[in-house]
């Protein structure tokens, strides 16, 4: 989901540094023009300015720390590809967006927006907002989530592939929960002789379980399920106008996501009540 920001808005760890020194020092003019002439401003005017400033200034703080901890990321995954690291940045406006890759190939500022639906009644059960552009590691979150607020956890988890991760699987298997997502180039293993569906050397039981189990025309027709589920209230996220972020901060946009889903929900389960008074009737 696109973030309220701009990409002019992220600068680089140097850049933040001279920014966040001319908002301090903002922030001390302010304060010294209240002390020596209290009178070119009215109360309300210049506490408007001091507050601005002093947001400002904490947004860029906070950059700084977000543009750390990415190049600190960043530098970890480069001693296992051996690719030097990009110099990371960070948003002045919105300092917990990420620059994302988005569906149509573009790079943009943006969240990653989870829902979790059930397949029977397309009803949300579950919803995340993160700054992390890849899925792999939202999985067992997520299940954690809806064991907090149904004290369960579904027995089986659609999921694409993206969220296919080894820790994932692992994961999920030892919370009770069977994972359906399709194999990394399936069609491609196929193509080419090789058998996607069995055993990889250094797969642990349950990668090796999901593979056999992908390879399953059962699993496949579960599998298909996901699409007309998933899809389809991504699509009506869309169609309802949800098209980027109104706010800014990962906990506001979390919560524009929790009330899209209640709005969501609401309406599913009028058109459910509906459909089960015309079945009686």
């Known amino acids: 989901m696109r973030a309220s920001a701009g990409k002019a808005?992220?600068?680089?760890?140097?850049?933040?540094?001279?920014?966040?020194e001319e908002a301090r020092e903002q922030v001390q003019a302010l304060k010294q023009l209240a002390d020596e002439s209290p009178h070119e401003l009215n109360q309300r005017q210049l506490a408007a300015r001091q507050r601005a400033a002093r947001e400002r200034a904490e947004r860029i703080e906070e950059a700084i720390r977000n543009c750390e901890q990415l190049q600190a990321q960043r530098e970890a995954i480069s001693k296992k590809s051996g690719r030097k690291p990009k110099e990371a940045r960070a948003s002045t406006t919105d300092p917990e967006a990420r620059v994302m890759q988005f569906s149509d190939g573009g790079y943009r500022p943006g969240y990653n927006v989870q829902f979790s639906t059930t397949t029977d009644t397309s009803v949300i059960v579950g919803v995340?907002?993160?700054?992390?552009?890849s899925d792999q590691d939202q999985l067992p979150p997520m299940l954690d989530q809806m064991e907090q607020?149904?004290?369960?956890?579904?027995?089986?988890?659609?999921v694409d592939g993206g969220f296919t991760s080894r820790e994932s699987?692992?994961?999920?298997?030892?919370a009770g929960c069977t994972v359906?997502?399709?194999?990394?180039?399936?069609?491609?293993?196929?193509?080419?002789?090789?058998?996607?569906?069995?055993?990889k050397t250094g797969d642990s039981p349950a990668l090796a379980s999901w593979r056999a189990r992908m390879g399953t025309e059962a699993a496949k027709a579960i599998y298909r399920l996901r699409c007309q589920t998933a899809e389809w209230v991504n699509a009506n996220c869309r169609n309802r106008g949800l098209q980027q972020m109104p706010v800014r901060g990962q906990p506001k946009c979390r919560?524009?996501?929790?009330?899209?889903a209640i709005a969501h929900d609401i309406v599913r389960v009028a058109a459910l009540r509906a459909k089960a008074v015309e079945m009686s009737g």
């Open 9 to 20: 808005s992220f600068r680089r760890h140097g850049r933040l540094d001279t920014c966040l």
């Open 149 to 158: 607020r149904y004290n369960e956890i579904p027995d089986e988890a659609l």
């Open 169 to 174: 699987i692992d994961a999920a298997s030892q």
């Open 255 to 260: 919560t524009i996501a929790v009330l899209y």
């Open 180 to 199: 359906y997502a399709p194999l990394k180039e399936e069609q491609k293993q196929l193509e080419t002789g090789k058998d996607p569906y069995a055993k």
């Open 128 to 133: 995340e907002v993160v700054n992390a552009g």
